[in-house]
Every structure is written in structure tokens, then in C-alpha cells.
């Protein structure tokens, strides 16, 4: 059975800094992963997919994600984070599994 | 732009109280799921459906019950609610299995 594991539970930036949120898979036959992001009072809302294709993968505000299968990972990044960043990100894959979620914090 | 509407988004309410979370999309999609999401922690799957008068209960075990009679509605209802039910529900449409997921706004239930 497919699993998702984010390494972890709170990362705090100050703004304009690199970021990293770092999300491992387990996968049987075939991998689908997303990163959602959810603002406080929201909903989660896709950030970006991976399907199949190119491992590099764009999303909306800025983010991408590199699917690497030796490493069992896919990792998600953003060159220069912005206060607005700050929300909860989750890492899921195909089988309705939802990793634990990671809590970005951006201060200035 | 939501897709998908969940009402009420926050409902306080005594034991014993029967309650029904409203989940309606616009969309088309034929799979629909509801989680349960308690602050700080993961999306635990309660409930889903991949058509009309189809539903299966999730990973998490739920007292609550769905119903899947038209395309854009899936209703969830507890018949008699308790404070261990107080928590946050997401409801979510996707067009395929495997597909992403699109979300609700989700209802805050408090159980006093």
C-alpha cells in the first residue's frame, strides 16, 4: 500500500530565504503525488502534480517539486519564500493518503 | 473560485443533536470523499463515493453516515452527536480516481 511521510511537522524561514519541505513515498505499482497548501479557515488547494512525464514539476506561487524515485522522494521548493507562504503544506498520493503535513512559518 | 461548497462552515451544537454537513460541487465529478481533519494533524478518509448510490467507509472509523443520490450532493450526517465528534470536515470531488483533488472550505463542528 502506497504511504506518504513529510520529515517534518514545522519549518520556520524569514522571507526572501530558500525553503524546503521534504516528503518521502512508499509506492506498490503506480506513484501519483501532490503537494495541497491550506491556509487557516481553508481548504487545501493543489500546489502541484506529478502524473508521470518530466520529474521536474511547476507549480502555482513559485513552487516546484522533483520526483525522485532512487530516493523514494519528492521534495517541494521555493527559491525565495514571502510572508504569504506561511500556511500548512501536505504531501499525498494517489491512494487518498495524506501525509501528516508540514506547518511553514515566514517571519521578516 | 470554490467549485465546492460545504455549509455551515462552523456549527456549535449540544449532544444528542442530529446533524447534517452539506458538500454540493459543480463540477461534474463522479468521486466525492469526506475527512476528517483535526488542528495540526493529517487528513484522516471517513467516507467516499465513485457515483451516484455508491458510498464506502474510509480508512478512519466514523459513526457518521452518507448518501450519494445525486451527482453534486454528498450529504454526511450524524444521528446523534457527541463531543469526541468535534473536529474539522473536508469534503472533496476529483473527476478520476488518482486525479487531484478539489476542496471544500470545510465545516468546524463543535459538539458541547
Known amino acids: 500500500a502506497q504511504s506518504v511521510t513529510q520529515l517534518d511537522s514545522q519549518v520556520p524561514v524569514f522571507e526572501e530565504a530558500p525553503v524546503e519541505l521534504r516528503c518521502n513515498y512508499s509506492?506498490?505499482?503506480?506513484?501519483?503525488l501532490f503537494w495541497y497548501v491550506q491556509y487557516p479557515n481553508q481548504g487545501l488547494q493543489l500546489l502541484l502534480k506529478y502524473l508521470s512525464g518530466s520529474t521536474l514539476v511547476k507549480g502555482i506561487n513559485g513552487f516546484e517539486a522533483e520526483f525522485n524515485k532512487s530516493q523514494t522522494s519528492f521534495h517541494l521548493r521555493k527559491p525565495s519564500v514571502h510572508i504569504s507562504d506561511t500556511a500548512e503544506y501536505f504531501c499525498s498520493g494517489a491512494a487518498l493518503i495524506f501525509g501528516k503535513g508540514t506547518t511553514l512559518s515566514v517571519s521578516s | 473560485e470554490a467549485d465546492i461548497y460545504q455549509t455551515p462552515r462552523y456549527l456549535v451544537i449540544g449532544t444528542g443533536k442530529k446533524i447534517t454537513l452539506e458538500c454540493s460541487q459543480t463540477?461534474?465529478?463522479?468521486?466525492m470523499y469526506w475527512y476528517q481533519q483535526d488542528p495540526g494533524m493529517e487528513l484522516h478518509l471517513i467516507h467516499y463515493s465513485y457515483g451516484v448510490n455508491s458510498t464506502e467507509k474510509g480508512d478512519l472509523s466514523s459513526e457518521s453516515t452518507v448518501s450519494r443520490i445525486r451527482t453534486e450532493h454528498f450529504p454526511l450526517t450524524l444521528e446523534s452527536a457527541r463531543p469526541s465528534h468535534t473536529s474539522q470536515y473536508l469534503c472533496a470531488s476529483s473527476p478520476l480516481v488518482g486525479q487531484p483533488q478539489h476542496f471544500g472550505d470545510g465545516t468546524r463542528l463543535s459538539i458541547l
Open positions: 509506492s506498490s505499482v503506480s506513484v501519483y
Open positions: 463540477m461534474g465529478h463522479d468521486k
